[in-house]
């Protein structure tokens, strides 16, 4: 069974969950990426901005995926979460691909709290088989050997997931 890592990330640590399942899961992983630079991460206006977008309900314009998402079984999805639902990058690839009949597990990072960005990415991906959920506070600066355990049982329940 072939499984996919699909993922946005601003401040790394979606980036840094992505690719920590995919050093344990043999899988692809691919970033997306918006067409237009939006916003310097290490810079305060990212929260003036991201708030903006969320609000104003943009959808950015995103590079096309290089993965064929029909030829994989299983999709790991991962997100900031953005004003408590996930980044409109993630709204723009659920707009551009179909992503139906699959076992999906879904993942959101957060400084504070993850509102209702899993139940909602979950609702968006209804023709799927969520398998799995789980969000990570501040991986990178909060706790980090912790947020990893967490994800490693995470993964574990995956793997057993994937395999039936």
């Keep these: 069974m072939k499984t996919l890592i699909l993922y946005y990330s601003l401040d ?26 939006l916003v310097n991460p290490d810079s305060f206006m990212k929260y003036l901005w991201w708030w903006r977008m969320v609000v104003m309900k943009e959808i950015p314009e995103i590079f096309d995926i290089k993965n064929n998402i029909d030829e994989f079984d299983n999709i790991i999805i991962g997100t900031p979460v953005w004003a408590w639902t996930y980044s409109p990058p993630m709204q723009a690839l659920f707009k551009k691909y179909e992503i139906k009949d699959k076992k999906v597990a879904v993942f959101c990072c957060h400084w504070w709290w993850p509102g209702k960005t899993l139940q909602k990415m979950k609702d968006v991906l209804e023709w799927n088989n969520i398998i799995w959920e789980i969000d990570f506070r501040d991986p990178l600066k909060k706790d980090t050997q912790n947020q990893i355990d967490k994800l490693n049982i995470w993964l574990d329940n995956i793997l057993t997931s994937l395999d039936n």
């Design 12 to 37: 790394w640590n979606t980036d840094f969950i992505a690719k920590k399942i995919q050093e344990k899961i043999d899988c692809q992983i691919e970033k997306i990426e918006p067409k237009k630079s």
